[in-house]
């Protein structure tokens, strides 16, 4: 009887040092989420109409240009909203002109429809837009990453989220300067030169005396702080709108310091950025040219001479740690739109210490107190029941590991309640064979009916609450997620340990006593 | 050891009076939750703003309120349970407008620390969630849907597994389990949050499972008893599945009063849930899931009965 024992025995011996393996050691395998480790999760959500508008104003601009080179005059080409922009006043003598550069410069982008007296309409395409929109937020995700995670080391996650396609998530373990976290992903990191044709001036109206208190269409006013040292009073600037060189142009950004020994951030420009900051130095010496970064003029100096270096510096206030994340983020290019912050959860690190230390003791109290009961309601058998359900736990952890899955806090009540469906599977058994025995089967019969009767009922079981787990899976977020995957695999783990374990062990008692011995259940 | 040996209890003779006390329990709670406005819904889902802070000297409610001056008129102040020494305090903002545009998300729980740290209160800060509109809305929705599909997904294994009248039952049972745990946690001033439902979703995998138990013993006892009516084949097979429900029932609810016990305060809701949706679901396959599947089945017998009644009075 009992011929396959041994490779039963292997199996599970197989099995578990292979889960031992797979955890050994725990500190290092076993991967720990948010909730337990401490450290910030955030969701943040891309306006990807900002990447939408600037696209239409772009190509407003663009246009206008084209028509210039051709000297073909317009009175206006404006965006009229985030898609779509108007051109007007196209002469009747240069429409057919006009058209063909018009299908040159826009037309993948944009339909265009005509309206009257010369004008034109042009509409940004669905499909273009939609690309645009699912582009900036890929560009944003790759930006932030390289922004919290600039070596690759840290165990930070950021992807997209949620199913309105604009959402995107940040985890960042263990992280404990959560604002100067947040700011380093926010900033925008638009770095501009724009040419000042006036100011400083402490208000906005000085600035527009000149111009008979109009602004100009291509000027605009920027706020700024005074270029004196130490003086940090509001000032405005009114520079030109389009800017002479923008951070695409930027190769690198490293922190430095400045001639007065401040930290600075110095970069490098790429080549094409080279030659337009040549062009623009060589035509305008003598001028001031605005250093603008996120819509503020950081500062204002005037043109010397011509500059054909690749090197330029940022100056002001800065602190040796704000020089060192502008040149983060300068690095990591700009986002392509603005960010607005939908969840925020932080957890100090000494939760996630109590939490780790309550969720092991409730574990093993758990653990302990079920035990107790198994033996004495059990005797013998719950010596099996134990030994089925510490297996189940251990491959359990193995089968965590090996999947990739990180434990969480209701990660470790899933744990808890595996032992509680360990319980279950085993009860259910020897439930059974108790009334098999009864009706005066012998101890071999009334095993193997147990197990074969009841085999059904835990697939049933097993099944309805896999159906649950797997709902639950999909719902949730990071710490429910854990709570499933681990129901999950407990449960998988559980079939294996309560029919193919506990079985066995049965088996091996019993082969170790004689024939119509009595079964201590 | 055992108990129940040999059980003969006519737990069927009772199916009423099981029916009219849930209806009565299940009635009253509903009733308690109108009342407050809908059930207690935690941060997770109405959004707003839940600091917690641990102070180095035992601090009561009242010093924080002070503390917080005029933010405490919207502010709920509890100290969290369990915590020894009354050092331990859950601050709970309301959502508040515009709060999603730039960084401003933040500014109700930059303004509780700087106010406890300005009233001298020096403060560690344990936790702090903050879920804007969008997320609550985008939550709830999902909540709900996730608790509906996995109904769903057990109603449709069942009904392949068992007739109808039977799988009607096990989800009626499902759904009075849920009910049952909804009204608890209004009762004992536990929150919904996603550790809840989480809770909840289990529960209807546990309940569906005792209650398969019984109704696969009911199929092999069918097989046996084929003479004897089914009141009393679900009478016999609810006895002789007793012990294991009850055995079951103690021993995850022991596991389960361990993590209540220790587990902390993050669990807290989890465990909570757990313990009384392990109690409900016993209950409810004891006395719900068979007694709703005795009424269905009756009453689609007796439909039989009448037509074949008329078949035989046609015939003659």
């Known amino acids: 009887m009992y011929k396959n024992l041994r490779w039963k025995l292997l199996i599970i011996l197989g099995v578990t040092a292979w889960a031992v393996w797979s955890f050994t050691p725990p500190s290092t395998k076993v991967k720990l989420g948010l909730d337990l480790k401490g450290g910030v999760h955030l969701v943040l959500r891309v306006n990807t109409g900002d990447a939408v508008k600037v696209e239409t104003d772009t190509a407003a601009e663009q246009l206008l240009e084209a028509l210039k080179t051709a000297k073909v005059t317009v009175t206006a080409s404006r965006p009229t909203s985030p898609t779509t922009f108007v051109v007007e006043g196209v002469p009747q003598a240069s429409d057919q002109q006009f058209r063909t550069i018009a299908d040159q410069q826009v037309n993948t982008a944009y339909e265009r429809e005509p309206g009257v007296g010369g004008s034109y309409t042009f509409r940004m395409r669905q499909n273009i837009e939609r690309t645009t929109r699912e582009g900036a937020v890929t560009q944003a995700i790759q930006t932030i990453e390289q922004r919290v995670n600039p070596d690759g080391t840290a165990e930070a996650v950021v992807a997209p989220y949620g199913s309105a396609g604009d959402q995107i998530v940040v985890q960042l373990p263990g992280v404990s300067d959560i604002p100067r976290a947040k700011s380093l992903i926010r900033s925008m990191a638009q770095l501009q030169y724009k040419l000042v044709e006036g100011g400083p001036a402490s208000d906005e109206k000085t600035l527009l005396s000149p111009h008979n208190g109009q602004l100009p269409a291509d000027f605009e006013i920027l706020p700024g702080v005074s270029g004196t040292r130490g003086d940090t009073s509001r000032v405005f600037y009114l520079v030109r709108k389009v800017a002479a060189i923008t951070g695409s142009d930027l190769r690198n950004a490293k922190p430095s310091l400045d001639e007065f020994n401040q930290p600075a951030v110095s970069f490098t420009l790429k080549s094409d950025g080279v030659t337009k900051f040549t062009r623009v130095t060589e035509q305008n010496v003598g001028r001031q040219l605005a250093i603008v970064l996120d819509g503020q003029v950081r500062s204002a100096p005037v043109i010397e001479a011509r500059i054909a270096q690749a090197e330029a510096r940022i100056t002001g206030s800065f602190s040796q740690q704000e020089a060192q994340d502008l040149s983060l983020v300068l690095r990591s290019g700009a986002l392509p739109a603005s960010l607005d912050y939908l969840e925020q959860r932080e957890i100090g690190p000494t939760l996630g210490r109590d939490s780790i230390n309550s969720g092991l003791t409730a574990s093993a109290a758990g653990l302990a107190l079920v035990t107790i009961f198994m033996f004495a309601y059990y005797k013998g058998a719950g010596f099996n029941a134990f030994v089925s359900i510490a297996i189940n736990l251990v491959v359990l952890l193995g089968l965590m590991v090996s999947w990739g899955s990180v434990l969480t806090l209701p990660g470790i009540a899933g744990f808890i309640l595996t032992i509680g469906m360990g319980v279950d599977s085993n009860v259910l058994i020897f439930e059974r064979i108790r009334e098999e025995l009864a009706a005066n089967k012998g101890a071999r019969q009334a095993v193997a009916a147990g197990f074969d009767r009841v085999f059904i009922t835990i697939v049933d079981t097993h099944l309805t609450s896999l159906i649950a787990a797997a709902f639950l899976f999909n719902f949730g977020t990071g710490p429910i997620r854990g709570f499933a995957t681990t129901l999950m695999l407990g449960l998988l783990s559980n079939v294996f340990t309560a029919v193919f374990v506990s079985r066995a062990l049965f088996e091996l008692q019993l082969s170790r006593k004689p024939a119509g011995a009595r079964l201590s259940i | ?316």
């Open chain 2, 1 to 316: 050891m055992r108990i129940f040996t040999n059980p003969n209890y006519n737990f069927i003779k009772w199916r009423w009076h099981a029916l009219v006390l849930s209806a009565l329990v299940i009635g009253a709670g509903i009733a308690t939750m109108i009342a407050r406005g809908g059930p207690p819904l935690g941060v997770d889902f109405e959004g707003g703003t839940v600091i917690v802070v641990r102070f180095a000297q035992p601090t009561g409610e009242d010093p924080v309120r002070r503390a917080l001056g005029p933010l405490s008129a919207e502010a709920v102040v509890q100290q969290t349970r369990g915590s020894a020494g009354e050092n331990e305090i859950m601050i709970r903002l309301p959502q508040r407008q515009g709060l999603e545009q730039g960084a401003s998300l933040e500014a109700d729980a930059q303004a509780v620390k700087d106010s406890l740290t300005k009233a001298g209160l020096p403060h560690e800060v344990r936790s702090t969630e903050i879920v804007g509109p969008v997320i609550g809305q985008d939550l709830k929705r999902k909540g709900i849907l996730a608790t509906l599909t996995a109904l769903g997904g057990i109603l449709a294994y069942i009904a392949l597994r068992f007739r109808p009248s039977f799988g009607v039952g096990a989800i009626v049972a499902t759904f009075h389990d849920i009910l049952v745990t909804l009204v608890m946690l209004t009762w004992f001033n536990y929150e919904l949050s996603l550790n809840v439902i989480a809770a909840i979703l289990t529960i209807t995998g546990y309940s569906v499972n005792d209650t398969i138990v019984v109704f696969d013993r009911v199929r092999e006892n069918q097989r046996l008893m084929r003479r004897e009516p089914l009141e009393q084949i679900v009478n016999k097979s609810v006895n002789q599945t007793l012990a294991r429900t009850v055995i079951t029932a103690g021993a995850t609810f022991l596991a389960v009063v361990a993590l209540y016990l220790f587990g902390g305060e993050v669990l807290e809701g989890l465990a909570f849930t757990l313990l009384v949706g392990i109690v409900t679901g016993t209950y409810s396959t004891v006395f719900i899931a068979a007694a709703i599947a005795i009424i269905l089945s009756r009453r689609s017998a007796g439909a039989q009965a009448v037509t074949q009644a008329q078949a035989r009075a046609k015939r003659v």
